[in-house]
Each structure stands twice: as C-alpha cells, then as structure tokens.
C-alpha cells in the first residue's frame, strides 16, 4: 500500500533529514509539502523545501507557502540551531521549480476533499498552518486520516522555556485550535524526541557514505550537532521531525503510548505553550478527543532505517 503525505514544515535541519526519510520511500506519496514560518522565515523555509525536494529527488512535489506569522504574538525564529539560511550554511542550487498558487492551508484542504479518508498529515513546525486550514474546512479531521504532530513536551521539561516546545510555543492558539478539533493525532513530543538521538557513531557513518543525498545532510547535522553537543556534552542531536516521519510510515517502530486529552496553555506568565495533559490515576472527565502520546520507539531500527535512507 502506498502512504499519501501531506507535509506540513519550516526547513529547517531536522526537516530536511523528515523529508529525506519520506522521499527514499517507493511505498510514501508526498501529496505536498505547505511551509510555515518557524526555524526561519516563511520566504526561507518556502525555498528549503523546494530544494530540499529536488536535492532528495522529488521535484515534482508541489510546495505551498504558507502563514508568515503566529495568529496572535510575533514569530520566534530559530538562526542559532538551524543557521541563517535554515540548513546550517549549506547552500544547495536554487530550485528549478516556483511554490504553487494556492495557500498552504488551501492545499491541504483540497488534497484532503479530493481523497477522504486517504491522506495522512505530518506537521513538524508551528501549527498556524492547519489551524487556518480548519477555518476553511472545519470537517477536516474527518477528511484526513491521521495526523501527526511533533510538537510539545508532556511530561518532560520544554526546549523554549521550563515547559514549553518550540513548535507549540510558536503559535499557542494554533496548537490549542488543533488539539481540539478531534483529529485521529499522534504527537510525538519531546518526551520521546530527546531520548532518540544521532549519536557520534551514527553521525560518523554518515558522513562516510557516498552520494550528494547523504553528503548534503551529513553537513546539514554537523551544523545541528553543533548545537546539540553544547547543550548535552557530547557529540549527537536530537532527531524530531524524522522521528514523527517514521512514526506515520512505520507505526511498527512504536514501542509504547498513552492516551489523553491534550491542551494547550495560552495564559500563564511562565507556562504559556506549555501542553497540558491530565495525568492524574483517575482523571476527571474529559469529553475532548484523545491523543495518542508516543513514548518509546525501536532506536535502532529508527536510526538503522534513516541512514538507509540516505544511501
């Protein structure tokens, strides 16, 4: 059976390596790919993608530009991890192809009416994108398939601030939009993100294997590790947004989950964008759909299947 993807990105380093896992897939259809603002501005990652599409060998993809700002507060963009340029300073040709006409959030609502119930949704940035979607389409958790988002941090500490996730912290009341509105949504969160990384070992092997595929991303994650090691003390990254690829496509790789109602903070001093689950043994209860939170996964055959992927 064939996967059909919606993507919804702001390339972005772990973006890229997102679209690299999909793009190696025979068995994965990229319907789409809409940028948001995010790790950069919305004029960049709109051009990542498109060069990151024709760099990892799906030109053909349509790219969408997408919401240039949050609903509410000012963007929060993110140079000092991903680069100025969103790829670490590697410069990769300027695209052949243009985005397309229409809108991120016009994109992936039509997609999802032409083929209900076929299309799947990866979200791996802030998610203005398909909260301006909902506003077209408020049926659009029953056209899609799936979602999957990477994005927030449940149980454990944010990556912005003591409890919230850049993604979510980005647009609080998108993410709030789009966790109530009864989409079949996996998150995968920092909870499980942090603890599946590149280590040094894995960053080695890359860098030796041959091809522009590989040698490109193997530079993009030597800028990205960077980052990481500060943060760490030792030599690995973080591999978010591949990571929520992998769960769509290889739900097989999930080794444990919960359930839960998720919201999203938008009021407090310390704690806005935080996302909120209520953990308690005997919760009250929540008529808000449920959310399945990803909380183990096979690493090795994660890691083990993204480097086949860049061969």
């Known amino acids: 059976m064939t996967t059909r993807v919606f993507v919804d990105c702001d390339p972005g380093i772990d973006d890229a390596v997102a679209l690299a896992y999909l793009s190696a897939r025979s068995d994965v259809e990229i319907a789409g790919v809409g940028a948001v603002f995010g790790n950069s501005g919305v004029e960049v990652t709109t051009d990542n993608a498109l060069r990151l599409l024709e760099l990892y060998g799906r030109p053909e993809v349509p790219v969408a530009w997408g919401a240039s700002r949050p609903l509410v507060q000012p963007p929060r963009l993110a140079p000092h991890v991903h680069g100025a340029n969103g790829l670490g300073g590697v410069e990769l040709p300027a695209p052949a192809g243009k985005p397309c006409e229409e809108s991120a959030a016009e994109l992936l609502v039509r997609l999802a009416r032409e083929t209900p119930g076929e299309l799947d ?16 389409e408020p049926r659009l958790p029953d056209l899609v398939r799936r979602l999957v988002v990477m994005g927030g941090a449940v149980r454990d500490p944010g990556n912005v601030g003591p409890h919230a996730e850049a993604n979510v912290a980005n647009d609080p009341e998108a993410a709030e939009v789009v966790f109530e509105a009864g989409f079949t949504l996996d998150l995968v969160a920092l909870d499980v993100t942090m603890r599946t ?5 894995w960053l080695t092997e890359l860098s030796r294997v041959p091809g522009e595929r590989a040698e490109r991303t193997s530079e993009f994650l030597a800028f990205y590790s960077d980052f990481y090691t500060e943060i760490l003390g030792e030599r690995q990254c973080a591999m978010h947004d591949p990571l929520a690829a992998a ?9 444990g989950s919960y359930r839960t109602p998720i919201r999203v903070e938008l009021n407090g001093t310390f704690t806005r964008g935080m996302t909120v689950a209520d953990l308690r043994p005997r919760p009250s209860k929540d008529e808000r759909h449920p959310v399945r939170v990803i909380t183990d996964v096979a690493e090795a055959d994660f890691l083990g299947r993204m480097l086949d992927s860049l061969r």
């Open 197 to 201: 990384v590149a280590t040094a070992e």
């Open 121 to 136: 949704v990866l979200a791996v940035g802030p998610l203005t994108n398909l909260a301006l979607a909902l506003a077209l």
């Open 247 to 255: 769960v769509l496509v290889d739900p097989h790789l999930v080794e």
